[in-house]
């Protein structure tokens, strides 16, 4: 189904946004497991030469020779030139609503695919909407959220259904995501796009509706469903045996999965539902920390939403270009989340599932998440033609394979 324009690029993959931390973090990864000069044709871009060659420099001896290119976020001529030298461009260079509209409508008009570690929801749905029709055209695979927003999520939600059409014939009614435990620093980034979406509802009624309407990433015929609102308070899951408060990624990750069910022509049905909560344990002090947790999180978005006290936010918790954990707190991180899975008719069945990764989710696992994600649109043999997908539209089984193979994820069925 490939019809782009162009296939004789000189690159395979091209990572923009090197010199950022989380854009480092990638480079770095992709080295690692690829190399330079090896089947992986690829290079680090952005604004400044002098920061790329140090971001080289940093990652070792035999990077010497990994290709260098310079463009500017908001120079549409140096973002195409970059374009039309690569198969893919990945990105990490957010807020990508302030930063990033420019660099997709280059890959679309180049037939070039590109991925992103973006969670924000507005963005998504103007990029879909002003540019579906010609990346088909070009051939251009546009695939967003390839981070821990909204890779176990999505990918996760493949997997069960997979895993109940294997063992009982019949496709997901319903899928529950629950993280178990978490351990990492807030993203920078995710913060950044957080403000970001947020003052953008506040001015943009075309925002709100996208943030607010559970469906707002599907095809526009396909906006209905039977899920409502995310979860916003304390609620007793007996499928988990635990509380439960809101998960502040389930405002991004339930619209992917619901557009990825859409996408892939209702795989999962069109009556499918689908939720995410944070697990806080059983009895009173489950009950307990979940009600902190809802209240903590509800402060915050009233905090967040108002200009004097999101400038306090932003001064405690957006860190300077460049910053970020550790490489041992990177390495002590870690999430383990629960899916439960659920197929009605005659004989009712319930799966239980697990996602793991190895790193903290806002930094070292969603680099290589992304990293992968860009090295599985270049070098492996997809189904899809250009337009917007997502993770799981796009890449399926064949990411599945490689963030089990390479990225210190794992998918697996708990109990049946």
């Given at each position: 189904?490939?019809?782009?324009?162009?296939?004789?690029?000189?690159?395979?993959?091209?990572?923009?946004?090197?010199?950022?931390f989380?854009?480092r973090?990638?480079?770095?990864?992709?080295?690692?497991?690829?190399?330079?000069?090896n089947?992986?044709?690829?290079?680090?871009?952005?604004?400044?030469?002098?920061?790329?060659?140090?971001?080289?420099?940093?990652?070792?001896a035999?990077?010497?020779?990994?290709?260098?290119?310079?463009g500017?976020?908001?120079?549409p001529v140096?973002?195409?030139?970059i374009?039309?030298?690569?198969?893919?461009?990945?990105?990490?260079?957010?807020?990508?609503?302030?930063?990033?509209?420019?660099?997709?409508?280059?890959?679309?008009?180049?037939?070039?695919?590109?991925c992103d570690?973006?969670?924000?929801?507005?963005?998504?749905?103007?990029?879909?909407?002003?540019h579906?029709?010609?990346?088909?055209?070009?051939?251009?695979?546009?695939?967003?959220?390839?981070?821990?927003?909204?890779i176990?999520?999505?990918?996760?939600?493949?997997f069960?259904?997979?895993?109940?059409?294997?063992?009982?014939?019949?496709?997901?009614?319903?899928v529950?995501?629950?993280v178990?435990?978490?351990?990492?620093?807030?993203?920078?980034?995710?913060f950044?796009?957080?403000?970001?979406?947020?003052?953008?509802?506040?001015?943009?009624?075309a925002?709100?509706?996208?943030?607010?309407n559970?469906?707002?990433?599907?095809?526009?015929?396909g906006?209905?469903?039977?899920?409502?609102?995310?979860?916003?308070?304390?609620?007793?899951?007996?499928?988990?045996?635990?509380?439960?408060?809101?998960?502040?990624?389930?405002?991004?990750?339930?619209r992917?999965?619901?557009?990825?069910?859409?996408?892939?022509?209702?795989?999962?049905g069109?009556?499918?539902?689908?939720?995410?909560?944070?697990?806080t344990?059983?009895?009173?002090?489950?009950?307990a920390?979940?009600?902190?947790?809802?209240?903590?999180?509800g402060?915050?978005?009233?905090a967040?939403?108002?200009?004097p006290?999101?400038a306090?936010?932003?001064?405690?918790?957006?860190?300077?270009?460049?910053?970020?954990?550790?490489?041992?707190?990177?390495?002590?991180?870690?999430?383990?989340i629960?899916?439960?899975?659920?197929?009605?008719?005659?004989?009712p069945?319930?799966?239980?599932?697990?996602?793991?990764?190895?790193?903290?989710?806002?930094?070292g696992s969603?680099?290589?998440?992304?990293g992968?994600?860009a090295?599985?649109?270049?070098?492996?043999?997809?189904?899809?033609?250009?337009?917007?997908?997502?993770?799981?539209?796009?890449?399926?089984a064949?990411?599945?394979?490689?963030?089990?193979?390479?990225?210190?994820?794992?998918?697996?069925i708990?109990s049946d």
């Open positions: 189904m490939d019809n782009k324009i162009d296939d004789g690029r000189e690159f395979d993959l091209v990572m923009w946004g090197a010199t950022g989380t854009g973090l990638v480079a770095e990864y992709i080295h690692e497991r690829y190399g330079t000069g089947e992986l044709r690829w290079a680090i871009a952005g604004r400044s030469q002098a920061k790329l060659e140090s971001v080289r420099a940093g990652i070792g035999t990077a010497d020779s990994l290709p260098i290119l310079v500017d976020s908001r120079d140096s973002l195409a030139a374009a039309k030298r690569s198969q893919v461009i990945c990105s990490t260079v957010g807020p990508f609503a302030k930063y990033g509209s420019e660099l997709v409508a280059a890959c679309v008009a180049s037939g070039t695919d590109y570690i973006t969670g924000e929801v507005q963005w998504v749905r103007r990029m879909i909407d002003a579906e029709q010609q990346a088909r055209s070009t051939g251009a695979r546009i695939v967003h959220c390839c981070g821990f927003d909204s176990p999520s999505d990918l996760g939600t493949l069960m259904n997979n895993s109940m059409q294997a063992r009982h014939g019949a496709p997901c009614d319903e529950k995501l629950r178990r435990r978490l351990r990492g620093t807030f993203s920078g980034g995710t950044a796009s957080m403000m970001t979406a947020l003052e953008e509802a506040k001015s943009d009624p925002a709100r509706r996208a943030m607010g559970p469906y707002g990433l599907n095809p526009r015929d906006y209905k469903g039977p899920d409502g609102p995310d979860q916003r308070g304390t609620v007793w899951d007996p499928d988990v045996d635990s509380w439960t408060a809101p998960f502040v990624m389930a405002a991004v990750n339930t992917v999965v619901r557009r990825s069910n859409a996408l892939m022509d209702y795989v999962y069109k009556d499918f539902r689908y939720d995410e909560a944070m697990m344990g059983r009895g009173v002090s489950g009950w920390r979940a009600n902190a947790m809802t209240v903590a999180l402060g915050f978005m009233a967040a939403w108002l200009p006290t999101r306090i936010l932003n001064r405690l918790f957006l860190p300077a270009p460049g910053e970020g954990p550790s490489a041992e707190d990177r390495e002590n991180g870690f999430y383990d629960v899916l439960i899975g659920k197929a009605g008719g005659s004989g069945r319930t799966l239980r599932g697990r996602v793991k990764g190895d790193r903290d989710p806002g930094y969603t680099s290589k998440m992304l992968e994600s090295v599985c649109l270049a070098l492996d043999r997809l189904e899809v033609g250009g337009g917007f997908w997502t993770p799981a539209s796009a890449m399926g064949d990411l599945i394979a490689r963030l089990e193979n390479n990225a210190g994820l794992s998918f697996e708990e």
